[in-house]
């Protein structure tokens, strides 16, 4: 018990009395070789533990040594890297200048992969050892382990196992509503020869004027009013027709 705590003791004086030091070239200016290190009394007696020189810059272009920056015990090290902050905007470079990851200070967010197609470049957020979901040029895709759940591909198809959408217009049944005006089939005929479309649809022009987008929802809702139009229109027919049977039975 004695020793231990003997041990502990001698461990932790080595610690306090561990002194920083600059080791650089004798002229005193620290940058002359490129080399520039601080680092503390070597710790030993730690079971298992071993401790790199803290925060070390070395370059040595002549008989080529590169460490640009690390700073060790758990950890950090910018080994042959291109990384900049500079007024709260983080870059990191390529060695042939551009940039491959930005975070801007007006909270732009860029992953550039250089204009390759490959599927190993691009944005991954990987669990299980599995990416769950990715965006590369080719797709942007969510999954779970077996299938795909959400894709787009280059082409722009989406595929989804089921799509929601939140309606911010009425719901169709207002058809059936005792007040609604059901527009005679005579007019909706004289509409349809004038206009080339259906009453309170989209015409094409309108489409090719909205850059050939529609609203899911919206076009949902305007079909629906005519089906549900249509059926008036069947059971006023149906009428007529159980009419015309029961004089022709008299």
């Not at 620290?30 to 071993?50: A, K």
């Not at 272009?61 to 590169?66: E, I, P, Q």
């Not at 975070?103 to 599995?130: D, H, K, Y």
Request: aromatic share 10%; hydrophobic share 40%; glycine share 6%.
């Amino acid at each position: 018990m004695k020793k231990i705590k003997l041990l502990i003791i001698a461990f932790t004086i080595s610690i306090v009395s561990a002194k920083a030091q600059w080791v650089g070239p004798t002229s005193g200016i620290l940058s002359t070789n490129n080399y520039v290190t601080i680092s503390g009394t070597v710790v030993t007696g730690l079971p298992g533990t071993t401790f790199p020189s803290l925060f070390k810059v070395q370059s040595l272009n002549g008989s080529v040594t590169t460490i640009p920056f690390a700073v060790d015990h758990n950890r950090v090290d910018l080994i042959n890297s291109n990384l900049f902050i500079n007024g709260g905007e983080f870059y990191v470079k390529r060695t042939s200048g551009n940039d491959a990851f930005k975070v801007q200070n007006s909270g732009a967010l860029t992953l550039n992969t250089n204009g390759t197609s490959s599927p190993l470049l691009g944005f991954f957020i990987n669990s299980n050892n599995r990416n769950f979901f990715t965006i590369t040029e080719s797709q942007i895709l969510f999954k779970d382990a077996t299938q795909d759940l959400f894709k787009v591909n280059a082409s722009g198809y989406l595929s989804a196992r089921k799509v929601i959408v939140t309606l911010q217009n009425p719901y169709a049944d207002y058809v059936f509503d005792k007040n609604y005006k059901l527009m005679p089939l005579s007019q909706v005929a004289k509409f349809i020869k004038k206009y080339h479309h259906l009453p309170n649809v989209p015409s094409l022009a309108e489409v090719e004027a909205n850059n050939k987008q529609i609203d899911i929802g919206e076009m949902q809702v305007k079909l629906l009013e005519k089906v549900e139009e249509l059926t008036l229109y069947i059971l006023q027919q149906q009428k007529e027709i159980d009419a015309l049977k029961a004089k022709l039975a008299e």
